[in-house]
């Protein structure tokens, strides 16, 4: 199981890189995905070869990483638990300091997009390339707005908030995407007490996605109902007490783990529900047209927007260190190890006979030192360009997908 997850996530990873590769563009221009893990980054030394110590994963470091938590599963993983890890932390610190951990939940009604009969396919793909964008955006200029009100300030100045962190979420269902957002506000003990006053920020947020064109006067009923969720408080205590510094289903995983579950068999147009990006991508891997056209618009939406973002000052109040994504995705953990190395000629022969992921796979469960790395990579060098890769699991052969193929 542990294998086949490993080998899943690094397809999935080519089969992005195939999603988002424009043949109109030049390769800098390039999605950073498309090159994720397909090149040295630093001239000056190899590439670092690191195996988790529980034997369930390898990877590499000093390599070009893409560090997009939005559209790499082979990033996004490290990316994540940090960013959770982080959260874990600040909840602590705040609960040390006096002070609760509520989990906001924003959301707003969204319609199937329709495609339009007199417009070529091709129009209607820029159409809603554009609708995805646009709901984003929207979605922003609803937080902000948010936030100017006058019982956001009321929170701040009166109601002992000293800070917030805003996770960014989106799921995918038959009415296409669907954008949210969770929010963990530290502030004073009994906010939720207060009713009233619980009662006018979700007056405030109903005000601002109408502003914002995203809650029509007929769907205000159903928003006032269901776009507003506000809890915690006492259970972040309990979270903390239970978990520590390992806090893994608390309110730290709501804001962080969103594009990490996959699993559903059915494709999207048989499927009844929300369902992650990375459920949508694994899909795409299947041959799924729809589920291709969403993770692209998806994908050109959230490009550059950050998953977490921390009110100014908060990290270090709370003794949380500041790291970029890319850094995330390029550092050891803690639970690895160090193998060994390759160099550029290496990874270019991993990478020409698409052999990386069987190669981190072999590294995971075998691999104990250089000489180990070395037999591995000349046994693959040795093999011709277009050979298929050579790990059997129960009898049949583990086949990657050719990049040249997806892109086409």
């Known amino acids: 199981m542990a294998r086949r997850r490993r080998l899943d996530r690094a397809e999935m990873t080519v089969t992005a890189g195939s999603v988002l590769y424009d043949p109109d563009k030049q390769p800098a221009d ?19 070869v690191y195996r988790r110590l529980d034997g369930c994963g390898a990877r590499l470091t000093n390599t070009v990483m893409c560090g997009s938590v939005w559209t790499c599963p082979t990033c996004s993983g490290p990316i994540q638990e940090t960013r959770r890890r982080e959260l874990a932390a600040g909840m602590k610190a705040a609960i040390g300091q006096g002070l609760h951990a509520y989990l906001l939940t924003l ?7 329709e495609h339009s009969l007199i417009l070529s396919p091709a129009e209607n793909e820029t159409k809603f390339r554009a609708y ?9 200029k609803a937080v902000k707005l948010l936030k100017q009100s006058k019982v956001w300030r009321e929170l701040k100045e009166k ?29 004073a003990p009994g906010l939720l007490a207060d009713q009233h006053f619980v009662g006018r920020l979700r007056l405030a947020w109903i005000s601002a996605i109408t502003k914002a064109g995203i809650c029509p006067p007929d769907k205000r009923t159903w928003a006032l109902d269901r776009a507003f969720d506000l809890r915690g408080g006492d259970k972040a205590a309990e979270y903390i007490a239970k978990f520590g510094h390992d806090e893994k289903w608390g309110m730290s995983s709501e804001l962080t783990r969103h594009t990490a579950k996959v699993g559903a068999r059915a494709g999207l147009a048989d499927f009844d529900g929300h369902v992650t990006p990375f459920q949508v991508l694994a899909w795409v891997g299947q041959g799924d047209a729809t589920a291709r056209r969403l993770f692209h618009a998806y994908a050109l939406a959230y490009y550059g927007k950050r998953q977490l973002t921390w009110s100014p000052g908060l990290k270090k109040r709370f003794g949380v260190a500041e790291l970029m994504d890319e850094e995330i995705a390029s550092t050891p953990q803690p639970d690895e190890e160090r193998i060994g190395m390759i160099d550029d000629e290496m990874l270019a ?17 075998f691999a104990a030192c250089q000489a180990d790395i070395d037999d591995i990579v000349n046994i693959i060098k040795g093999r011709p360009p277009s050979a298929k890769p050579w790990i059997v699991k129960s ?14």
């Open 30 to 48: 390039q999605h950073r995905t498309v090159w994720c893990n397909r090149g040295i980054k630093s001239s000056r030394e190899d590439a670092g």
């Open 107 to 113: 959301t707003f009604p969204h319609e199937q997009f």
């Open 132 to 140: 995805v964008a646009g709901l984003v955006l929207a979605e922003d």
């Open 159 to 187: 109601r002992g908030c000293v800070g917030s962190v805003r996770g960014r979420e989106v799921t995918f269902g038959q009415n296409g995407p669907h954008p949210h957002t969770h929010t963990l506000i530290f502030a």
């Open 349 to 365: 022969v991993l990478v020409q006979r698409r052999a990386l992921p069987e190669f981190l796979d072999w590294v995971a469960e």
């Open 395 to 408: 009898g049949r052969l583990l086949q990657f997908p050719k990049l040249e193929r997806l892109a086409a």
